[in-house]
């Protein structure tokens, strides 16, 4: 059997987490959702996820104030942000957030196969503190 890479989908729209939930589970992939920042920065605190897909304009807690909390919190996931038009300038603060944030996609404008490829691509990505973690176990305990 294929590994299963885990994904979260972080968006305020129903359809949205509908339609990449579907076509993300009839491949490899294991898949959440969440309709809130809130509500996704929880799971990502309960359980490991290879990659999240987090929409930027949510009401209450924004997809960059989850983005910030990930980083602060050094939770190890790839990040993808997946934004509608007008989000242009908060995607850019977001992709300079420290390395991070590693693709956009504007709603709407995507191709699913596209994004798809991409998220899978950063599913293969080890975070760098898995890679920590295992070169550690090769250290010396002098």
Not at 42 to 49: A, G, H, I, S
Not at 60 to 71: A, P, R, W, Y
Request: charged share 30%; aromatic share 8%.
């Amino acid at each position: 059997m294929a590994h299963r890479y885990k994904l979260l989908v972080i968006d305020d729209e129903q359809p949205i987490l509908d339609e990449i939930k579907n076509y993300f589970e009839k491949r490899d992939f294991a898949v959440e959702t969440a309709l809130s920042g809130e509500e996704g920065l929880e799971k990502l605190r309960k359980q490991p996820f290879d990659v999240a897909l987090i929409d930027l304009c949510m009401p209450q807690m924004s997809g960059l104030e989850v983005i910030q909390k990930i980083n602060e919190e050094l939770i190890p996931v790839s990040i993808a942000i997946i934004t509608g038009h007008g989000g242009e300038k908060e995607a850019v603060a977001a992709l300079n957030m420290g390395g991070i944030v590693h693709a956009w996609f504007t709603k709407g404008d995507y191709d699913m196969a596209d994004l798809y490829q991409r998220v899978k691509e950063l599913a293969q990505i080890i975070p760098e503190a898995k890679l920590d973690e295992f070169f550690s176990l090769f250290e010396s305990t002098e």
